[in-house]
């Protein structure tokens, strides 16, 4: 099976390791994003789940005669893999915890990414206000310089200044 992997995705599983889904033999490929099975039979991609879209693990018991990995999806919807061979336990024990890890990765990439998406309406927020009216609602600079230096530095403070010295001269006018 030829996988094409989007920018930034990389290739963590080959088809090394056997799976059954659905009765059916399969083999394992996961890249940082994906979860995907494929069908050893017709070497079509059957099933290929996003990370991000997994809300949960289940293993079946230590004691159980089939070695399972189910994957709870959104809608009450899942998906139960059979590891099969030699060492199914440490396999599916393995994958189960790069699993894991992917998930905590793109939890913690979804909260930078809200983090960053607030500080960003923040500052547009402040910018947007005309200069009087953004001295009133921060009290004084001290928000405007922050957030200068957050965006990053001399081209902001530049276009804040031009901005400044526009208002000023409106007031000066206008007076």
């Known amino acids: 099976m030829s996988l094409r992997l989007e920018a930034g995705e990389e290739l963590l599983e080959n088809g090394t390791v056997a799976l059954r889904h659905n009765k059916q033999d399969g083999k394992l490929y996961m890249t940082t994003r994906r979860f995907i099975w494929a069908n050893t039979t017709n070497r079509e991609m059957a099933v290929s789940i996003l990370v991000a879209t997994i809300l949960k693990q289940r293993v079946s018991a230590a004691d159980a005669k089939r070695v399972k990995l189910e994957l709870v999806l959104p809608n009450d919807d899942h998906k139960v893999f059979e590891f099969v061979g030699a060492n199914a336990v440490e396999t599916r024990d393995r994958i189960k915890d790069t699993i ?6 793109v939890a913690s990439d979804k909260e930078a990414q809200a983090q960053a998406q607030k500080q960003q309406q923040q500052l547009e927020a402040a910018t947007a206000l005309p200069m009087p ?7 004084s600079n001290a928000l405007r310089n922050l957030l200068i230096k957050k965006a990053g530095g001399a081209s902001v403070q530049a276009q804040a200044a031009s901005r400044d010295k526009l208002a000023a001269s409106a007031a000066a006018a206008a007076a």
Request: charged share 25%; net charge positive.
């Open 133 to 139: 009216a953004r001295k009133a609602a921060t009290g």
């Open 100 to 105: 894991i890890q992917l998930m905590a990765k």
